[in-house]
């Protein structure tokens, strides 16, 4: 754990993203600092082991690698921020952010398009802790004032939603949670913090699955909580206590990705709203689910409070024959079939909200297709698409 640094100029994000956490004097003057893999720190002497004097004390409690990148994503976050957890997966920086700050007896409010480990970590850990969850429709925004209770604690929000991409309206909630004295957790996964500034907008812990944007090179399982001011200690204490700590050459891989994430999340967005504006005018999509279209009920929200888009939406088809939509997907040589995403490459999955979802029902009207898409070049990916349509119109 660190804290930002304090600048004066306040730099544009892109800047961030390069200058962030940079110290090169501290490693001989070189651009990137060495991965340090550590445990025992060594002090010199008996009266400096006593009095644990020393920059660093022990591998798990933070080494100069960890370190530059925490400095980085909280310059990155900006000023509402006071400092980062460096977790070794998204989940365990959603489930560390959560037990930061319930007790037993409280009860939290969580978004109905949470990530679905989200939803099962609240259903299996923290109600055997004695913490209730009631799960929300994400549309519902101010409104969720109805909700609570005497011993709400903490609201949880993502937008958009997992593979539905529903936008929720952050500021509008975080004004009715701190009105009744919740805290209100993001994760902030789809727009990272170069597209979405969850301090700005009211958010006290902001979460981020590092394996995704991040990371970029689907070469690593990383997350990261943001801390603000108030929530920062409890935070701390929690991961301290729980023995957390990402591994040095994660962490490593972290900070390079952060590096170019500008350039990437440019290209990410500029492909995936292209190849977007590209389905909505096929004849066997229904629908296309991705905020950044003007079509999207959630334009509005999207346009207001984000500065971009990333490559991952999803697309509703026309009804169709479950093996047509495999001769769809199984056509495909461009989109690889996999979780995650946030990698250079792109990707497809088959889902199904209707499965998990309890306080909205999810009925699209066809088969729902998520997407991310990746930085190759857009002609071959939507050539890749049209021969997945044919074999899906060859087998309807
Ligand atoms: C992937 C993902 C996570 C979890 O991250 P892991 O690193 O896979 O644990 C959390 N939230 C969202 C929105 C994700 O897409």
Redesign the pocket.
Known sequence: MAKKTDRQTPLKPATRLVTGGRDSQAYHGFVNPPVFHASTVLYPTAEDQVAHRSRYQYGRRGTPTSEALENALAELEGPGCAGVALLP????A?STALLSVVSAGDHILVSDSA?R??RTFCDSVLKRLGVETTYFDPLLNAKIAGLFKPNTRAVFV?APG?QSFEMQDIPAIAQVAHEKGAIVLM?N??ATPLYFNAFDKGVDLSIQ????YIGGHSDI???TVSANAATLPALKTTFGNMGLCAGPDDIYLALRGLRTLGVRLARHQDSALQIARWFEKRPEVLRVLHPALESDPGHAIWKRDFSGASGLFSIVLKPAPERAVYAFMNTLSLFGMGF??GGFESLVILFDCAEYRSATKWAPGGPTLRFHIGLEDVGDLTADLEAGFAALNASA
């Open positions: 997966s998204g989940l365990a959603i990530y480990p989200t993502e997992s994760d996964t789809w699955a590092g394996t995704k399982m990383f997350g995650s995403w």
